[in-house]
């Protein structure tokens, strides 16, 4: 499940979020889990992928 990193505008607070490609698709009521605000901006995070074989 991907997980999202957000940042909360109003107090500041970052935060990562688990949803699935679909829930997050559908715009699910994300709140800032310190202050309750939904003045949430996401944050670029990377994307790291892993592997069982050699390269």
Known sequence: ???Y???C???KKEFTA???IG?????PAIRCPLCGSDNIQR???GVF????KKS
């Open 5 to 7: 990193d957000f940042i």
């Open 23 to 27: 829930e997050y698709q559908a715009n």
């Open 18 to 20: 688990f949803y699935s």
């Open 43 to 45: 944050k670029f995070s």
């Open 9 to 11: 505008k109003d107090c």
């Open 49 to 52: 992928a892993k592997t069982s």
């Open 1 to 3: 499940m991907p997980a």
